[in-house]
């Protein structure tokens, strides 16, 4: 549903974090990759793809991470952003602000980048949003953000954050923009704790895009350590 994907409705497709899963590890199985794998995840992806990981940990070569989670908010803070708040609980508001009008991905090209984004990347991420039937899976991926025991995917994220651990012998890299107004540094600090092993690059002129806004440092530190990780791989 995001991108340029298709956007089945919600008859054909639940949009929750658990056809997520399915999502790439179907995926991965009809490009019938042979050795291990590199998983590069980023926000909600962080989520889906320590999901992943933590089905056949064998699998993965390496794991490089982008202001992402793969657990519950920090010291046991669950509160989220008030405006993700405001899409998450608000029914009738939400719709109206995410499919109507496109408020999420439109406030996205202002507050995701710290260096700002030119007019044409603008154009270029929120074009597939153009209509109310191609915003549903934006909508449906917040409001599926689970706080609550009784939110459908909780017990999934509960299970991603009891067993991350068994992660902790895969090399990981981690390049985190500082500036990023939902996943904070305080999530840095938890990654940090977690995996205590790895390579960790804080970008200090980069907010939640971090990709857009330090594209070459970016680029050049992922490229770098699949280099030395495929080294080691094959000596």
């Not at 998450?88 to 995410?98: C, D, P, Q, S």
């Amino acid at each position: 549903g995001c991108g340029l994907s298709g956007r089945p409705d919600e008859t054909k497709y639940d949009y929750r974090l658990k056809s997520r899963i399915e999502d790439i590890e179907s995926f991965i199985k009809d490009l019938k990759l042979t050795g291990k794998i590199d998983l590069i995840l980023h926000d909600w992806g962080g989520m889906i793809g320590a999901a992943y990981a933590l089905r056949d940990p064998d699998k993965i070569n390496s794991i490089t991470l982008m202001n992402t989670a793969a657990f519950f908010p920090p010291d046991g803070d669950m509160k989220i952003p008030l405006r993700l708040k405001m899409i998450r609980n608000k029914g009738l508001f939400a719709e109206t602000a995410v499919l109507g009008f496109n408020l999420f991905a439109k406030s996205a090209l202002y507050m995701a980048s710290y260096k700002g984004l030119s007019d044409d990347v603008k154009k270029g991420l929120i074009a597939p949003y153009n209509s109310w039937k191609n915003r549903i899976a934006v909508l449906k991926f917040v409001q599926d953000i689970p706080l609550y025991e009784n939110d459908p995917s909780y017990g999934i994220v509960k299970s991603i954050d009891d067993n991350l651990h068994r992660l902790s012998k895969i090399p990981m890299l981690i390049c985190w923009g500082k500036h990023d107004f939902v996943f904070t540094e305080k999530y840095l600090y938890e990654w940090r704790k977690r995996f205590p092993d790895a390579e960790i690059h804080l970008f200090e002129n980069a907010g939640h895009y971090v990709l857009e806004d330090e594209p070459e440092k970016v680029s050049f530190t992922v490229k770098d350590f699949l280099k030395r990780r495929h080294a080691t791989v094959s000596r």
